[in-house]
């Protein structure tokens, strides 16, 4: 089945930083999807991009599909968007079940 | 929109215990998901509806797992004869119709003592 991978598994930033996650996939794909994970489980939706690039505030996503990647972008990070950040991906030949990477564990201290 | 909606948040179970987790998803969303979720890993994949067919199961549904989604609307999941192993997160998704965007709900967290 399709693999994904993301890096790096634990980012620490200072506030404001800018910081960038990768997710690379071995195969092609119907939808990609990144989400931010809160502290008490809830997957969060950020983008889906299952190609091009997409911006909302300080986040974007730019997905190359040809080339199996996707890029999430934090801009002037903030203590509230730590946890931990997934890129998910369809399968081509899938129901629609999302296939998760390993995760980003992002720390922002003050 | 109220969001797709789980019940409970949490559950603790003594082995041998049977469970039975809810969700709704959201109004008119024809596709709902189950996932699992174990610490320090991404979901994993269980058990996909379309409308109230049961289309597709993850090797991960062991015979003790069932679902359901009568006429469509609400889902359940029942895990018989709760082993340690089965302490997770269990997450539900639902998408509308014509889209792979999924939208998860906050999720049940299951401990089995």
């Known amino acids: 089945g399709i693999q994904v991978e993301q890096s790096p598994p634990d980012l620490i930033l200072q506030e404001g930083a800018n910081s960038t996650l990768r997710c690379n996939f071995s195969?092609?794909?119907?939808?990609l999807q990144w989400f931010h994970q809160n502290p008490w489980g809830q997957l969060i939706n950020l983008f889906y991009?299952?190609?091009g690039t997409k911006q909302n505030g300080r986040l974007s996503a730019t997905t190359v599909a040809t080339e199996r990647y996707s890029l999430l972008y934090i801009s002037s990070s903030q203590t509230t968007d730590s946890g931990v950040y997934f890129c998910a991906v369809v399968d081509g030949g899938s129901q629609g079940n999302l296939i998760f990477g390993k995760g980003t564990k992002l720390s922002v201290k003050p | 929109d109220t969001g797709v909606s789980q019940n409970p948040r949490h559950k603790i179970t003594k082995r041998g215990q049977n469970v039975t987790f809810r969700c709704d998803p959201i109004?008119?969303?024809?596709?709902l998901y189950w996932y699992r979720q174990t610490l320090g890993q991404g979901p994993e994949f269980l058990t996909y509806?379309?409308?109230?067919?049961?289309?597709?199961k993850s090797r991960l549904l062991s015979d003790r797992f069932s679902a359901e989604r009568p006429k469509g609307s609400f889902s359940t999941l029942e895990i018989q004869r709760t082993e340690q192993g089965d302490s997770a997160m269990y997450l539900c998704a639902s998408s509308p119709p014509g889209s792979y965007e999924q939208y998860f709900g906050p999720g049940t967290r299951l401990t089995v003592t």
């Open positions: 991009i299952p190609s």
């Open positions: 109004s008119e969303h024809n596709r």
């Open positions: 195969d092609s794909v119907n939808n």
């Open positions: 509806f379309q409308n109230e067919a049961q289309l597709e």
